[in-house]
């Protein structure tokens, strides 16, 4: 069955989303915007094995994020930001309703603010 959709994205969004929606992966991203790192070197501050950073290193090839090259022994991972993009394209679909939105709540806090001030000046 074939979904239906009101804004057009691309095929592998859902595999960005997946893959920025765990932590240990998001970290990882972080870490590689320093530059590019071994395995070893991405495992380091996690409390997780090897094998498991590596699998999270896989998801985030599929999706897309990173590549891995080869370099003597190693195979050093790399952002590749561009293709974020997507992610950011889509969210900013939302932009205005998220700042409306926002701007309605700035109003009835504001309002809030004024009714209290104006209950402690008639006592």
Known sequence: MEQLS??????NLDAVFAALADPTRRAILSRLADGQASVNE?????????????????VLERAGLIERGIDEQRRPARLKAENMVAAVD????FEAFWGK???????????MKRGVAEEKDHE
């Open 90 to 93: 889509w969210l900013a679909e």
């Open 101 to 111: 939105s926002f701007d309605q709540l700035d109003d009835v806090l504001t309002r």
């Open 6 to 11: 009101y804004i057009k994205s691309p095929p």
């Open 42 to 58: 991405i495992a380091e501050p996690f409390e997780i094995s090897q094998p498991a950073v590596s699998r999270h290193l896989k």
